[in-house]
């Protein structure tokens, strides 16, 4: 059995049913956009549990967050940026930006692992790759539920303020401050 075939096997047991966009994604689109690098999907698991089980995933990605011109003031550019508000005389409005592109917990396994725990191990595999790569800025697109927003919140992530349609999902940033930023150096 190839690689490929064991890990569509044991994604074929995720059930979200809360959000079909979730599942969606894990069993149609996971392994495809892995392979063409565009973005990682991480399990959660068991690891004292015989059987392999997928409690819950998370996928990520490098992004542009794009803002429109005009949209923010010279001071929440600046700090989106950290150094400047323009560059080369215009005002930037692109950051590169660490994507939370898809968040889920698994319904099999319910009261197993709860969202703020999923959260957790997502922000502490992007602060493992923050530190090789840099990078300051998180951006995750949820839906306007209020307890979905306020998880996010819980961990520092505000709404991007901007004129939103009906339905559209909303955009959240969190920016890294200096202390989870820059390691402490160790003491010897």
């Given at each position: 059995?190839?690689?490929?075939?064991?890990?569509?096997?044991?994604?074929?047991?995720?059930?979200?049913?809360?959000?079909?966009?979730?599942?969606?994604?894990?069993?149609?689109?996971?392994?495809?956009?892995?392979?063409?690098?565009?973005?990682?999907?991480?399990?959660?698991?068991?690891?004292?549990?015989?059987?392999?089980?997928?409690?819950?995933?998370?996928?990520?990605?490098?992004?542009?967050?794009?803002?429109?011109?005009?949209?923010?003031?010279?001071?929440?550019?600046?700090?989106?940026?950290?150094?400047?508000?323009?560059?080369?005389?215009?005002?930037?409005?692109?950051?590169?930006?660490?994507?939370?592109?898809?968040?889920?917990?698994?319904?099999?396994y319910p009261g197993v692992i709860?969202?703020?725990?999923?959260?957790?191990?997502?922000?502490?595999?992007?602060?493992?790759?923050?530190?090789?790569?840099?990078?300051?800025?998180?951006?995750?697109?949820?839906?306007?539920?209020?307890?979905?927003?306020?998880l996010y919140e819980k961990f520092?992530?505000?709404?991007?303020?901007?004129?939103?349609?009906?339905?559209?999902?909303?955009?959240?940033?969190?920016?890294?401050?200096?202390?989870?930023?820059?390691?402490?150096?160790?003491?010897?």
């Amino acid at each position: 059995m190839s690689d490929e075939t064991k890990a569509q096997e044991l994604i074929s047991i995720f059930v979200c049913e809360k959000d079909a966009d979730i599942e969606n994604f894990l069993k149609s689109r996971a392994i495809q956009f892995e392979k063409l690098g565009k973005s990682r999907t991480f399990f959660i698991y068991d690891e004292d549990q015989d059987e392999f089980q997928i409690l819950a995933y998370f996928t990520l990605a490098i992004q542009v967050l794009k803002i429109p011109e005009g949209m923010l003031s010279g001071n929440k550019v600046k700090k989106l940026d950290g150094l400047s508000a323009n560059m080369r005389g215009s005002r930037i409005t692109e950051f590169p930006s660490i994507l939370i592109g898809q968040l889920g917990k698994n319904e099999m396994y319910p009261g197993v692992i709860s969202g703020s725990d999923v959260l957790e191990y997502c922000l502490a595999t992007i602060l493992e790759g923050q530190a090789r790569l840099g990078g300051r800025i998180i951006m995750l697109e949820c839906k306007d539920i209020p307890y979905l927003i306020s998880l996010y919140e819980k961990f520092g992530f505000n709404v991007l303020e901007r004129e939103y349609e009906e339905g559209e999902l909303l955009q959240m940033i969190k920016i890294l401050e200096e202390d989870e930023i820059i390691e402490p150096k160790e003491e010897v």
